[in-house]
């Protein structure tokens, strides 16, 4: 799903939870793109990214220039910045987060020429690897001397903690849930009670206003 924020030139997409994803999307000069991730606590991301820039001789998108660069910035579920750096047309980036919920990632041009921006078109690349999916197993292969058994060992170790965490984050986010909604019930039993309280009041109001109408007319 993605939302815009009306003269803000800032677009929201939402992400499910998941290993990874890779994905391009189109920026303009003054243009931020922002995603939001759903990460369990103590979770690794690792983010890469390149650039393209649209050739309007070529007519198609071709690798952008050495000065052309993005700026990353990374907020967590409490909007706290736990990166905000510059990188060049290609970058990596990784983070690990200490809070479960919702990581807020928005990448901009650090570009100020129009010149760089040739038809006013930017296309960005970004593979999003989250969890154990961030491990580069091979290297930790070689360097630790593990056979192929202990190498799949490792991985489904991995695996199983990965699992365990979002398994945690998901009872988070159902005991969260059950909160809302018994605040919900709660304050909709007041308001039922309060309206219940109104309507008897009034009633016995518009009783005793309507016995003065009637003893002042001497009907009673």
Known sequence: MMLTAPGAGISIL?????????????????????????????????????????????GSFLKATPGLGMHVEIKDPDTKI???????????????????????LCLHSNSTKMALFAGGKLRVHLDI???EHTNNYPEIAAKDKLTELQLRARQLLDQVEQIQKEQNYQQYREERFRMTSESTNQHVLW?????????????????KHLKSFFEAKKLV
């Open 14 to 58: 939402f992400a499910w939870l998941s290993p990874s994803y890779a994905l391009y999307f189109h920026i303009g000069e003054t243009e931020k793109k922002c995603f939001i991730e759903e990460i369990p606590d103590e979770t690794m991301v690792i983010g890469k990214y390149r650039t393209q820039l649209w050739d309007k001789q070529m």
């Open 129 to 131: 690897q989250v969890g």
């Open 82 to 104: 736990i990166l905000s750096r510059q990188y060049g047309s290609e970058g990596r980036f990784t983070f690990t987060s200490h809070t479960s919920g919702d990581h807020q």
């Open 191 to 207: 308001w039922s009670i309060a309206q219940t309280l109104i309507l008897i009041v009034t009633g016995i109001w518009q009783l």
